[in-house]
């Protein structure tokens, strides 16, 4: 394959996506030639990958493609995967697996769930003691060059990283280096530390009546906020169960003395100071949807993610918060080989008023770890998630039928084995990934006008399957992609795609 490669001058630090409507593309299939079209990089992005989506394959004409025009935008501007590195940790590669195959299925947000209750494996620069006490083991760490390495795989497919760090709960691999931050439990009323079976572990959940906890968030956030570049984090906040609470004699007595009626307005107190430390660091933040349940007041500028219940989005929606959808799009859990119609009939406007849809703002498929690693994280994910993928992405009129569906979710999978990710089969059948590269894969011109170019020199490339020319035209754009901003420019990207591939 032959490629023009453009070399570029920078003068501007890296851009990444953001949290706005920024993808638009048209993708023209012609005759003499093919235009992709777009005024972001994120745009040109998502339209090569429809434009690989267009291109078949059979025994008779390897590689072929239909004329065609296609204008295409997202349906909801986050579209995220939740992947869950507590419970198990996930390799690198099985990370960057996962990113390479959310920019196939034009996913936009990696939810890292990087921590919780079993373990710590994010290494902290400020306090590297959380990692070194609290993770796995000391390979079972995401040093600091890892994180940045998931970033930039990330930001060179037009993904975000939006990392959760879960408190006031799930919090026991804190407590491994910091026993100070959790709250000693009283399993029955007078013995300090002491468990109550199937109730409180002996230390868990926050302390919130101390000034070091909330000193050490203040401390752990702004580290947080300059090793992550996106505008959210996830606070988690879910399941705070306050029966550890409730047994300690201190939090009792300061209950009383501060005229705190309920535990829940400790509960209150704990996210009010939480909210404060996140919005003066000037980043915006998510959290699940238990503290409404509990009675909490959020504040309105957060993004509510509702998980419980699809039945829930509408009392979230009604009081006009922002939401995520992640109910009934929990892909750890299986309930039959033909799941992933379930997943794709999952509208989130059935459930709202038609006034209240602009609040929605997407959604994620969520795949936690209890019963989760690499062995098996490709598998559980793919093309089950696709599904979801499609439901964010695509127009509801143009969605509502599985069996339409089912002949492009399977068509899809092939493409997803064919490109190395272990994507699970859908029914009997059977994919033609192994064949043969032709001399149809030819070269792609890319004009780029803009200042920033200073010339272009020609390299050749071999592709090694039927779909080379795609994984180029990425590595392609890394060389300029992110250093524009997203948001309307005067200098469009036009890929001139090679006429040849054409019926």
Known sequence: MRVRVPQFIFRKKKKYPRFVFCVVDTVNVMNRQSLIRSNTVWGALRGLETFSQLIYVSKQRPYA?????????PRFKHRGVLIDSARHFQTMKTLKQVLDAMSYNKFNVLHWHIVDDQSFPYQSIRFPELSEKGAYSPDKVYRQADVAGIIEHARLRGIRVIPEFDTPGH?????????ELLTPCYGDGTMKESAMYGVH???QIFNPILNVTYTFLQRFFSEIVTVF?????????????????????RIIKFMRKNNLDDIKDVQQMYANKLMKIITSLKTKFIVWQDPLDDGVKVSKDAIIEVWKSINNLAEVVNMGYNTILSAGWYLDLMSGNDDWQEFYMNEPFSYIRRSQQHLIVGGEACLWAEYIDETNLQQRLWPRASAVAERLWSDMTLTNSVNDATFRIDRFRCLLVRRGIAARPIGPGYCEYDLPVTKEMNAVDVIVPTTALRHVQSVNLISPKGLGFYCVCVLLLSFFMARSKCMQVTNSIVLHLNPQLKT
Not at 65 to 73: A, E, M, P, R, S
Not at 171 to 179: L, M, N, Q
């Open 171 to 179: 919090t026991v691999s804190w407590g491994k280096s910091h026993p």
């Open 201 to 203: 572990t002996k230390r």
């Open 229 to 249: 570049p996106d505008e959210f984090v996830h606070l988690g906040m879910d399941e705070a169960y306050p029966a550890c609470w409730l047994s300690n004699p």
């Open 65 to 73: 493609v239909n004329l065609t025009v296609i204008g295409d935008f």
